[in-house]
């Protein structure tokens, strides 16, 4: 009746070590061929829009990609109160200033996942010349216009 305890055992360790030891995979990331981002719902904007503070438009109409920016949440502009609207315009200039001060590049590859939204879901950094990476979710978080994306356990409330 033991006879199956120690290839069972066997096969667990081999299982832990594969999960533990293994290099986990590293995120593909790709320089972002937009330089000229504008703010979606003007007229004339180019093919590259800033929706708000976390999300971005590339193209026009049915076809347009939807990305959601990870990894921060800003304060919506349609907000439950005038400050959390105010500081959603701010974060939404804030990032587009960001996105055109040069180059940057996005993880998630040619199949990033999606969000219930259907909006692709990416992280974006810039890599300076210097070897110092500046990820763009510290730089709204430190700039007091964005939460951290941890499920909602230290939201900010943009209206106290």
């Known amino acids: 009746m033991r006879a199956w305890f120690g290839p069972v055992l066997l096969m667990g360790a081999l299982v832990a070590v594969w999960l533990f030891a293994a290099p ?19 007229r004339g904007r180019p093919f590259a829009c800033v929706t708000d503070g976390d ?6 109409g049915q076809t347009a990609r939807r990305i959601r920016l990870t990894g921060f949440d800003t304060p919506e502009l349609d907000g ?22 040069g180059p940057f590049e996005w993880d998630g590859g040619s199949q990033p996942p999606y969000d219930r939204y259907g909006r692709e ?14 990820k763009l979710a ?23």
């Open 24 to 42: 986990a995979a590293k995120p593909e990331w790709t320089p972002s061929s937009h330089s000229n981002f504008g703010l979606c719902g003007e």
């Open 55 to 60: 999300t971005v438009t590339l193209g026009y």
């Open 80 to 101: 439950a109160c005038p400050a959390e609207a105010s500081r959603a315009q701010e974060a939404r200039l804030a990032l587009q200033s960001w996105l055109n001060a």
């Open 121 to 134: 879901l990416r992280s974006v950094r810039r890599v300076h010349p210097d070897g110092r990476v500046e």
């Open 138 to 160: 510290d730089t709204m978080v430190d700039a007091s216009l964005a939460n951290t994306d941890d499920w909602g356990l230290f939201a900010r409330d943009w209206c106290g």
